[in-house]
């Protein structure tokens, strides 16, 4: 009886003060920001900063680096815009030199290519796609990246950083 009372007596104490030791809470604003900030600086350690062909560029999987750059472009110039920089290639923002040389690499690996509509007729949509959606003519490809175009595309995020690293280049762009 003795014991049953104690083991009783244990297992309400145990009850009552579990929830107390297992409290989770969100992260705070300021955890968060330390997170991102933490990210950042890891994506950035992962840039190729060896001298040869792939200076500048991240690796994706494996030998991917298209992609890799694409998407670390991405998170890096969406990041000086929500600072409040006009642009990712201000020389005030901390990571304009890493935005540079991944866009160097990027421009320097892409293909310009010439786009006409494509007839999917008999294909899966059964109709006449036209990609070209700024009506120039002209499309850009990297190998392993469509995804990744298609949602820079989608933002209209790839006209508006291209059209301001030709800026920041002064016309050292070939295309």
């Not at 809470?25 to 060896?50: F, K, P, Y």
């Not at 070209?132 to 499309?139: A, S």
């Amino acid at each position: 009886m003795f014991k049953s009372k104690w083991l009783v007596t244990i297992s309400v104490l145990v009850a009552l003060l579990l929830p107390s030791a297992t409290t989770v809470s969100a992260a705070n604003e300021t955890e968060i920001e330390q997170s991102i900030i933490d990210g950042l600086a890891w994506l950035v350690a992962q840039q190729d900063n060896n001298p040869g062909p792939n200076f500048g560029s991240w690796t994706a999987y494996y030998s991917y680096e298209g992609t890799g750059t694409c998407l670390a472009l991405y998170k890096l110039s969406e990041r000086a815009y929500e600072l409040g920089y006009d642009s990712p290639f201000d020389p005030n923002y901390q990571y304009s030199q890493n935005v540079t040389t991944g866009f160097d690499w990027l421009f320097a690996n892409v293909g310009v290519i010439n786009i006409t509509p494509q007839d999917h007729t008999i294909g899966a949509t059964g109709t006449v796609d036209d990609p070209d959606t700024n009506n120039n003519g002209i499309g850009v490809r990297v190998t392993e990246a469509g995804l990744v175009g298609r949602e820079l595309s989608d933002r209209d995020m790839f006209s508006r950083y291209l059209s301001q690293w030709n800026s920041f280049k002064s016309g050292k762009c070939s295309r």
